[in-house]
């Protein structure tokens, strides 16, 4: 079987490329390396570097390499970003994949798993987070990936042979605990590997957006995951599609973390202090968000091998400590 990973150069893409090699899976990579690594895609994936809307020739790459599933991690993911540029947003993450889907009607390729977010419940009515709550996204990154949701929902209700799986994430973290390929954005805006860089000497300090959230200390709460077990719930969902059915996962630990404790725990693993600046909250954050889990372990069989924030937080700082500066290392 011949899987496409889109967006397979960036940090989740890559490890997801990893664990399809490792069991036994051909990979083709497409990427237009707007923020990917061409250093990232393991030698024995196929690249090639192409846009999201550029239809035709995705619909090529599949028929060329007899593609029969598609796992779909290219999108643009920052919250700050999304909430200034909305409509780059939209045309990327939601018209690019509905080009996406089209070149799988072409090509004839039915199986389809789809990088969705947390992000489309907003500010939840209920926690931890059960995947039937209403969906009220709060910022444009989080609609885009709605509106993409409503897509899925739409052709698998006319289309008797396609499938899919959306898996809507909470916090992705760490680094691959086979150490060849990690984290490295440009900019950088995750939690986790932020810190570290405060750790590593990079940055001065870490900047904590808003201490006056209902929450216990104050900052905001939020699930990590390690890549490595979102990719192996990426593999499970792959093998459970079933023609003419479509479903929703959430892919979290079922427990939150604040801003200060993912600090504490870089403060523990580095053995590092940690200086930190307290400034106003940033627009689109809600307070809280943490998953409900049990549908995706119960159906689906997944449970996750590294729930402990300090093991997560550590696989990424050997990775760092190994590459300070990403992949031009």
Known sequence: MTILVTGGAGYIGSHAVEHLLNAGQSVVVADNLFRGHREAVHPDAKLYEVDLAETDQLAQIMRTHSVSGVMHFA???????????PIWYY??????????LRAMETAGVNRFVFSSTCATYGEPDEL?????????????????????????????????????????????????LGGRIGEDHDPETHLIPIVLQVALGQRERVQVFGTDYPTPDGTCIRDYIHVDDLCAAHLLAME???????????????KGYSVREVIESVKRVTGKDIPATEVDRREGDPPELFANADKLRGELGWKPNVPDLDDIVRSAWDWFQAHPNGYAS
């Open 75 to 85: 999108a643009l993911t920052y919250v700050g970003e999304s909430v200034d540029q």
């Open 91 to 100: 045309a990327n993450n939601t018209g690019g994949t509905a080009s996406l």
């Open 128 to 176: 931890p987070i059960v995947e039937t709550i209403s969906q009220h996204p709060i910022n444009p990154y989080g609609q885009s990936k709605l509106f993409v949701e409503q897509m899925l929902k739409d052709k698998v209700a006319t289309d008797n042979e396609f499938s899919f799986i959306a898996l809507r994430y909470f916090n992705v973290a760490g680094c691959s």
């Open 240 to 254: 459970s599609l079933k023609p003419g059915e479509g479903n929703f996962y959430n892919l979290g630990i079922g």
